[in-house]
């Protein structure tokens, strides 16, 4: 029966998001307050609608009710309880699920903390989260539906993708998702305020927490699933412009620029229109990410739901919503006109350029993606576009981003000189051509990468200190921690983007790798380690076959770590994996892979030093601690007209 | 669908029985000489498996990456250029395994599109910022009734 009342209170919740989606519309149009209210109960219902829709799908999970063929098809008994649960997204039907619930999360909490909006721009938009509602809401009643009972329930399900088993995977969907559908928000409002004809500093100052918690959500998500390929694909690589990887990049970026053209909005009155259409195509992004992830039309290693028929609805709700609200905009957008007056050399000029950059990056990413579908389309041309090509035409613009980035965010509002926003980032421009030197004496001659990547990392850290203390102005380092906390959010996120640079660059620069067949307790030299394999024995799961091999590492005779990779076989799904063994280490990772037993004895095995690993998602999540530190900013708090708490971090609770 | 087939076809015709899949790069692969060994990975990373989803030869366990890796050492060691082991292979099994689209006739577009877009990005953003700076100050003109008022202020009224 459980499934059942899941499926129902899904249905109910399609039915509040259509009455959401007209009544306070009509509402907000005709002036008729009551009919504006309404939208926040029914955005209230929707949540617990759907959470008893989403908690009725885990129960099914959880307790391996067989009966309902999504739970068959994706888990078996033997699976341990956090991938029975995590199992529930782990699929098209459920995740669609999840998205689902965290919209009527988000909607919920802009009917909770909303409470300072006009009525009738809270009240539209309500009404647009809800007609996103909708859409889905249909998507998943009609096409994708979880709750469908089996007349013969079968004695065992076939279990989830060993490869999506995993602590780390089980979280990064929930976080991309927290994401994508959080600038359904930045959507929302943008929709709301083409609808009400008016943006100013007070909408900014609304739209700007949404996009930032979005932003910090997709930050978390993408590094944690870079991180999962990591540890998890078995060579270490952690970024791999796959079509899925970069369908959650673009909305990332597309929320980087949002989140400063905002700025500009809030404290200038400029760039409205723009923002107004980075919003909409920023959600748009994550819509397209969605198609592309559900449909599988562009191949990838992630699509494991293949099937046109959701695609082109998935393509449909895209043509409505991005379709609908660019007809919106063409008509609505002259009716927005700038009232700051600035020089092309002020922090204005600098954040329309960070917005050129980030844009166009967006952009290529893009086109990069979708060019195998358009070239087989119109030229028949079946091809790949891989790492080769994003490496060479993403990289130029993040390198003159992070060349400008500090000298920009220096720079003061209106107007400004070149020469003294330099001034202050003398020690910093020092130590960053400090440490370009230590790289380049350290790496033997080849590199040019580390080099490049390197400085400008440090360039960007050391940049955002120089700004901190500028801050601080004459008081000296006492006024260091009452600095409004926007300005610390800005420095550890820029600071953090800084230390991702670095880490990428050396990581390719610095890597050894060594494969070879090694004989059991023979030792072999890898850089400054010593390693040797002990043994290698059988280490069976509860739902796995493994070998698990013992390699001891020692350098100069001292232990540094004992590491036991393994080589898995799930039976329920015929499928071999391989358990990297990693030591961690601050400033570089040991990373060891077992291969097969050798017909002549001994193992294939994969060593790699990866120096700075860590630092790439130690970077990406200083970005996150930054985004979070300025969203608990008095000014948001205060916007927010809520004493509790700031609207986003209340959703960070969920 | 046809891919896929055409690629299963593919691993018949050259692999012959399918081998257990193992890892990546094997011990039995790799070359004597460091230099060649080097441009052999080098030239893998560029190549797509052509039956895996988005992996390179390099990353793949695939019995076909394997023979193709195996290919590229062939001819390397036979005194190949990269370019000309890099065209012997796509000769065989098409632009598909190609991650590093050509720049050529409509692929063209595909490498133009990112500095094109740049540039008329620039280009408006320069015309916007120009005129911000041209933008008439934010006062505007008083009207009568205000200049009256105005007026009377300042006459000490």
């Known amino acids: 029966m459980i499934a059942e009342y899941g499926h129902f209170a899904l249905i109910l919740a399609f039915a509040v998001a259509v009455y959401q989606m007209t009544v306070p519309m009509v509402g907000a149009a005709k002036g008729w307050q009551g009919w504006m209210d309404s939208a926040r109960p029914a955005a209230l219902a929707q949540l617990l609608l759907m959470a008893i829709s989403f908690g009725a799908l885990t129960v099914a999970f959880v307790t391996s009710d067989f009966s309902v063929s999504l739970v068959y098809e994706n888990s078996h008994t033997s699976k341990p309880l956090i991938y029975k649960i995590s199992g529930v997204w782990g699929n098209h039907e459920g995740s669609m699920l999840l998205w689902v619930l965290i919209l009527a999360l988000f909607g919920s909490a802009a009917a909770l903390f909303g409470g300072n909006l006009p009525p009738s721009l809270r009240a539209r938009v309500l009404g647009v989260q809800a007609a996103v509602s909708v859409a889905f809401y249909a998507f998943i009643i009609f096409t994708s539906n979880p709750f469908w009972r089996m007349g013969n329930p079968p004695f065992d399900g076939r279990d989830l993708n060993p490869l999506l088993q995993d602590p780390g995977l089980a979280f990064h969907p929930p976080f991309l998702y927290l994401g994508y559908v959080g600038l359904s928000m930045a959507f929302s ?102 198609f592309i992830v559900r449909s599988g039309v562009i191949t990838s290693v992630h699509s494991f739901a293949n099937d046109p028929e959701r695609g082109v609805f998935i393509l449909a709700i895209l043509a409505v919503f ?58 028949g041309r079946v091809l790949s576009v891989g790492p080769p090509f994003f490496d060479q035409a993403f990289t130029p613009f993040m390198i003159v981003l992070a060349i400008v980035l500090p000298v920009g965010s220096l720079m003061p509002w209106k107007r400004a000189t070149l020469a003294r926003s330099l001034r202050p980032l003398r020690e910093a421009l020092v130590l960053a051509a400090a440490v370009m030197a230590l790289v380049f004496a350290v ?45 610390w959010g800005k420095a550890v996120a820029h600071a953090g983007l800084g230390v991702t640079f670095v880490a990428v660059a050396l990581i390719q620069a610095w890597q050894i790798e060594d494969v070879r067949v090694a004989e059991v307790d023979q030792p072999f030299q890898i850089g400054p380690y010593q390693m040797v394999l002990r043994s290698v024995d059988r280490n069976d799961g509860p739902n796995y076959l493994a070998q698990r091999a013992v390699v001891e590492v020692t350098r100069d005779g001292r232990d540094v770590a004992t590491l036991y990779p393994e080589k898995r076989v799930y039976p329920v799904q015929g499928m071999p994996t391989t358990e990297a063994a990693i030591d961690y280490g601050f400033w570089r990772d040991l990373y060891v892979v077992l291969g097969d037993e050798q017909p002549d004895g001994g193992w294939a095995l994969r060593t790699y030093v990866k120096p700075f690993a860590n630092w790439i998602w130690g970077g990406a999540m200083l970005m996150a601690l930054g985004g979070l530190i300025s969203l608990t900013d008095r000014r948001y708090r205060v916007a927010a007209g809520a004493r509790r708490a700031a609207p986003t971090t209340a959703v960070a609770a969920e | 669908m046809t891919r896929l087939l055409r690629g299963l076809l593919l691993v018949l015709a050259l692999a012959g029985p399918l081998s257990v899949p193992a890892f990546a790069v094997q011990p039995d692969e790799v070359l004597e000489d460091a230099g060649l060994e080097a441009r052999a990975r080098e030239i ?90 041209r933008a008439p100050t934010e006062t505007p003109a008083l009207d009568a009734a205000e200049k009256k008022r105005l007026d009377e202020i300042m006459r000490g009224g």
């Open chain 2, 44 to 133: 893998s990373r560029k190549l797509r498996c052509p039956v895996c989803q988005g992996e390179t030869i390099d990353d793949s366990n695939a019995a076909i990456s394997r023979d193709l890796r195996l290919y590229v050492r062939e001819r390397l060691v036979a005194g190949d250029t990269d370019p000309e082991v890099i065209d012997n292979v796509v000769d065989r099994f098409g632009e598909f395994v190609l991650f590093e689209p050509r720049a050529t006739g409509s692929g063209l577009i595909l490498w133009l599109a990112g500095p094109l877009m740049a540039l008329i990005a620039a280009l408006v953003a320069w015309r916007f910022l120009r005129s911000r700076d």
């Open chain 1, 189 to 290: 409002f943008a929709v709301a305020a083409l609808i009400e004809g008016r943006v100013d500093a007070a909408w900014a100052r609304w739209v700007r927490p949404w996009t930032l918690a979005a932003w910090i959500f997709l930050t978390i998500g993408i590094a944690l699933g870079s991180w999962w390929a990591y540890y998890e694909l078995g060579w270490g690589g952690f970024w791999f412009w796959d079509p899925v990887e970069n369908a959650s990049f673009m909305p990332w970026l597309l929320a980087a620029a949002l989140l400063h053209s905002a700025i500009v909005v809030e404290k200038r009155e400029a760039l409205k229109s723009w923002t107004i259409l980075l919003a909409i195509m920023a959600f748009g992004f994550s819509l397209i990410g969605t």
């Open chain 1, 443 to 487: 790496s033997t001659g080849h590199s040019a990468l580390a080099v490049i990547g390197a400085g400008l990392g440090s360039w960007l850290v050391f940049g955002a200190f120089s700004e901190l203390w500028l801050r601080t102005g004459s008081a000296g380092a006492g006024r260091l921690l009452r600095l409004p906390r926007a300005d």
């Open chain 1, 322 to 379: 991005i379709g609908g609200a660019l007809t919106l905009y063409a008509f609505r957008a002259s009716a927005m006109t700038a009232k700051g007056v600035f020089a092309p050399l002020s922090r204005e000029g600098a954040l329309v350029l960070n917005n050129v950059l980030l844009a166009v990056a967006a952009f290529v990413v893009f086109i990069g993606t979708i060019w195998p579908l358009v070239a087989e389309m119109f030229w």
